[in-house]
């Protein structure tokens, strides 16, 4: 799948009041590299939020868009 595919599931995913982890994008839209996708979307004007949180004992971020 194509970045600017991906870049739109990941959006509207976002737009919907959902968050997400890297392995949540990975399983859902096929997405290896959630923090470049996160990135383009601050580069269109999206309030992304960065929460670090712990799943199984490691730490990833979890992001969601700012209300």
């Known amino acids: 799948m194509k970045p600017e595919s991906q870049n739109?599931?990941?959006?509207g995913?976002?737009?919907?009041g959902y968050?997400?982890?890297?392995?949540?994008?990975l399983n859902m839209f096929?997405?290896?590299r959630l923090s470049?996708?996160?990135a383009n979307l601050r580069?269109?004007?999206?309030?992304?939020?960065?929460?670090?949180?712990?799943?199984n004992d490691k730490r990833v971020a979890?992001?969601?868009l700012s209300r």
């Open 43 to 55: 580069d269109e004007g999206f309030a992304v939020v960065t929460d670090m949180v712990t799943i």
């Open 30 to 32: 096929g997405c290896f």
């Open 36 to 38: 470049a996708r996160i």
């Open 8 to 11: 739109a599931l990941i959006k």
């Open 13 to 16: 995913w976002l737009l919907n």
């Open 62 to 64: 979890r992001y969601y």
């Open 19 to 25: 968050s997400i982890t890297p392995m949540e994008a």
